[in-house]
Nanobody
Framework: QVQLVESGGGLVQAGDSLRLSCAASARTFIPYFTGWFRQAPGREREFIGGITYAGITLYYSDRVKDRFTISRDNAKATAYLQMNSLKLEDTAAYYC???????????????????WGQGTQVTVSS
């Protein structure tokens, strides 16, 4: 099975930016949809948004709209999550995941994803 490896997390101050990467172990792996999720301690997993194999971005969470941008580079089998104007409430473990298919009403459902990365921690301080 193809492995997903997230990177780019770290400790930043409020207002800073970070770019997370989600690299597939196989360069030829182009999933139908790559989703980004996050989970803060004591909170449920939250779907941030995702991107199709064709580069169409979908379903940004209202909490991150206008601050986060998802993109992908198929040549590198890598998806990205650009996070700007980070806030304290963005502190969480961030995960990427892939699914072979999801309809427009389903892509936010974590159970549909069959491949998950190990996560990368983002901590935003004041």
């Amino acid at each position: 099975q193809v492995q997903l490896v997230e990177s780019g997390g770290g400790l930043v101050q409020a207002g800073d930016s970070l770019r997370l990467s989600c690299a597939a172990s196989a360069r030829t792996f182009i999933p139908y949809f790559t989703g980004w999720f996050r989970q803060a301690p004591g909170r449920e997993r939250e779907f941030i948004g995702g991107i199709t194999y064709a580069g169409i971005t979908l379903y940004y969470s209202d909490r991150v709209k206008d601050r986060f941008t998802i993109s992908r580079d198929n040549a590198k089998a890598t998806a990205y999550l650009q996070m700007n104007s980070l806030k304290l409430e963005d502190t969480a473990a961030y995960y990427c995941a892939t699914t072979d298919y999801c309809s427009s009403s389903e892509c936010s459902t974590g159970n549909l994803y069959n491949n998950w990365g190990q996560g990368t921690q983002v901590t935003v301080s004041s």
